[in-house]
C-alpha cells in the first residue's frame, strides 16, 4: 500500500497568513494527488484534483502543487472558513488518504 | 439538485451486519463509480473500496475483503454496502462518494455505532 504523511498534524494561524501544508508519499505517485477540506460533522470536500487543478467552485487562494513524492497545499490568506482539517489522497494505487491537518485559530 | 442522499444511523450488536444505502440524483448514476469511505469517533479517513454502477464490477481494500459487499440497483439510483461480523472498532461514520481519480460529491454521511 501507498502511504501518505503529511505536516504538520496541525497548524495555528491568524486570519491573513499564509499557509503550506505538506503531503508526502511513500513511492512516485506521478500528479494522482487530491486535496480535501473536512469541517467538524461534515462530509470531505473536494479542493485541489491532480495535485493542482482547482476544483469548480473553489476560492483561488486555494493552490496545489508538486509531483513524484511532494506536494503541498497552500492557502494565501486564510479567511475564518478555512480553519478545518485538510487531507491529501493519492489515486495512483487504490487509494489512501493522509493522517489530515488541522488548522486551527491562533 | 446533484446529490448523495445516504441511508439513517444505525445501531449494532458486535457480530451483527449492517447495510447503509447511498442514493444518487441530479446526475447519470452509472457515469460515476461509487466509493465507500468510513472515519472513525476523531480518525482520519479511510478508503474501503469502489463499485462501478455500470458493470457491478467491485474492488475492495484488502483490510475489507470478505467483510464488505458492495452492490447496487441501477433502477433507483442506489449503491448498497454491506458490513458483516462488525466489531466495535467499525464504529464509524460511513460515507458515500462518487468519482474515479478524485472525490468530487459526497453523501452526507451514516454513524453506525456498534456496541453491546
Known amino acids: 500500500d501507498i502511504q501518505m504523511t503529511q505536516s504538520p498534524s496541525s497548524l495555528a494561524a491568524s486570519e491573513g497568513d499564509r499557509v503550506t501544508i505538506t503531503c508526502r508519499a511513500s513511492q512516485d505517485i506521478r500528479t494522482y494527488l487530491n486535496w480535501y477540506q473536512q469541517k467538524p460533522g461534515k462530509a470531505p470536500k473536494l479542493l485541489i484534483k491532480?495535485?493542482?487543478s482547482l476544483q469548480s467552485g473553489v476560492p483561488s487562494r486555494f493552490s496545489g502543487s508538486g509531483s513524484g513524492a511532494d506536494f503541498t497545499l497552500t492557502i494565501s490568506s486564510l479567511q475564518p472558513e478555512d480553519f478545518a482539517t485538510y487531507y491529501c489522497?493519492?489515486?495512483?494505487?487504490?487509494?489512501?488518504f493522509g493522517q489530515g491537518t488541522k488548522l486551527e485559530i491562533k | 439538485q446533484v446529490q448523495m442522499v445516504q441511508s439513517g444511523a444505525e445501531v449494532k450488536q458486535p457480530g451483527a451486519s449492517v447495510i447503509v444505502s447511498c442514493k444518487a440524483s441530479?446526475?447519470?448514476?452509472?457515469?460515476?463509480?461509487i466509493h465507500w469511505v468510513r472515519q472513525a469517533p476523531g480518525q482520519g479517513l479511510e478508503w474501503m473500496g469502489w463499485?462501478?454502477?455500470?458493470?457491478?464490477?467491485?474492488i475492495y481494500a484488502l483490510k475489507f475483503q470478505g467483510r464488505v459487499t458492495l452492490t447496487r440497483d441501477t433502477s433507483i439510483s442506489t449503491a448498497h454496502m454491506e458490513v458483516r461480523s462488525l466489531r466495535p472498532d467499525d464504529t464509524a461514520v460511513y460515507y458515500c462518494?462518487?468519482?474515479?481519480?478524485?472525490?468530487?460529491?459526497w453523501g452526507q454521511g451514516t454513524l453506525v455505532t456498534v456496541s453491546s
Open positions: 489522497q493519492q489515486s495512483y494505487n487504490r487509494y489512501t
Open positions: 441530479g446526475y447519470t448514476f452509472t457515469d460515476y463509480y
Open positions: 491532480g495535485a493542482s
Open positions: 463499485m462501478n454502477p455500470n458493470s457491478g464490477g467491485t
Open positions: 462518494a462518487r468519482g474515479t481519480d478524485e472525490f468530487d460529491l
